[in-house]
């Protein structure tokens, strides 16, 4: 079982900057595939940013070049640092881990980013 906590998000002015942080606990933090993903109303849950545990990155089309995600193995926190935020940003934002030998994967409750000036 792994519990990941999200924290970090608020209201920024579009083109600010905006940092999540996800903490998690209760695995090897290690073997997961950690990412970011956020939701508004009425659509589809969307990747935003995942990271290996080699470090490979991979980023949605509408967020590569502003947004950064990173690890921090020994603290079990990952980050996704936003700039450049545009009003499209808006939406909750989840973090995500899978499990690289099993597969399984957990979500966090989310935490709410919202741009507008």
């Known amino acids: 079982q792994v519990q990941l906590v999200e924290s970090g998000g608020g209201l920024v002015q579009p083109g600010g900057s905006l940092r999540l942080s996800c903490a998690a606990s209760g695995s090897i933090f290690s073997l997961y595939v950690m990412g970011w993903y956020r939701q508004v109303p009425g659509k589809q849950r969307e990747l935003v940013a995942t990271?290996?545990?080699?470090?490979?990155?991979n980023y949605g089309d509408s967020v590569k070049g502003r947004f950064t995600i990173s690890r921090d193995n020994a603290k079990n926190t990952v980050d996704l640092q936003m700039n450049s935020l545009k009003p499209e940003d808006t939406a909750v934002y989840y973090c995500?881990?899978?499990?690289?030998?099993?597969?399984?994967?957990?979500w966090g409750q989310g935490t709410q980013v919202t741009v507008s000036s």
């Open positions: 990271i290996t545990s080699g470090a490979n990155t």
């Open positions: 995500n881990s899978v499990s690289e030998v099993s597969g399984r994967g957990y």
